[in-house]
């Protein structure tokens, strides 16, 4: 593995099902992040973790859910999808909070939930 | 609230120059950052302000000017693999990055 792994690459989800997006990332990364993107919005953060054991909610949590077991791992669950919750979601890492630590993406999972 | 603003779609010439603006308005700044994401990938990052003035990197450059709140990224010689959007963001008072849109920018031959 080479920086920030996302399984699955893309979804299709029936409405009210329960998904879990995987996260891996092998930089020993402090700091990870879950983002969603969608047309004509900026990348809008869900929940990050700024080191293993701790988790925040971002700009918008609701309906998902994060755990941060170690330092690698960051799964992101949706615990009864929606149609609204279809989008694309990116993983992202940072070495550290201050600075110019930039963030390092995932190559993304595009859900459709039907 | 918070708010990032960035032109939605730019066109320009394969060899020109072209700049890119972003006005921000957050709560506390702590760096502005310019990514470039080509359609279907991740994003990748470009550049880094935190002081006043430009930055250049190669062919990108980046100028911030905090009083007004405004960014710039600059590209010179362009290419017609620079065809892409090019996300700003701020990290704001709890280092939490605030995102624009992005631009689109397209190349013509």
């Known amino acids: 593995i080479a920086g920030i792994t996302q399984a699955p690459t893309s979804q299709i989800l029936a409405a009210g099902r329960r998904m879990t997006l995987r996260c891996t990332q092998d930089m020993r990364h402090n700091a990870m992040y879950w983002y969603r993107q969608d047309l004509g919005l900026g990348l809008r953060l869900i929940h990050y973790s700024n080191t293993a054991g701790t988790t925040g909610k971002g700009e918008v949590p609701d309906g998902y859910s994060v755990s941060r077991a170690n330092t690698d791992d960051f799964p992101l669950t949706l615990a009864s999808a929606v149609p609204s919750q279809t989008s694309v979601y990116f993983c992202?890492?940072?070495?550290?909070?201050?600075?110019?630590?930039?963030?390092?993406f995932g190559p993304g999972t595009r859900l459709t939930v039907l | 609230g918070q708010n990032i603003d960035q032109p939605t779609e730019m066109t320009a010439t394969e060899g020109a120059i072209v700049q890119i603006n972003c006005t921000y308005q957050?709560?506390?700044?702590?760096?502005l950052f310019w990514y470039q994401q080509h359609a279907g990938e991740a994003p990748t990052f470009l550049s880094y302000n935190v002081l006043d003035g430009l930055e250049e990197k190669g062919r990108f450059s980046s100028f911030l000017s905090r009083s007004k709140g405004y960014s710039y990224l600059l590209l010179k010689e362009l290419q017609m693999k620079d065809s892409a959007s090019y996300l700003c963001?701020?990290?704001?008072?709890?280092?939490?990055?605030?995102w624009g849109a992005g631009t689109k920018l397209i190349i013509k031959p």
């Open positions: 957050t709560s506390g700044f702590n760096g």
């Open positions: 963001a701020v990290k704001d008072s709890n280092y939490q990055l605030i």
């Open positions: 992202a890492s940072s070495d550290g909070l201050a600075g110019d630590n930039e963030q390092f």
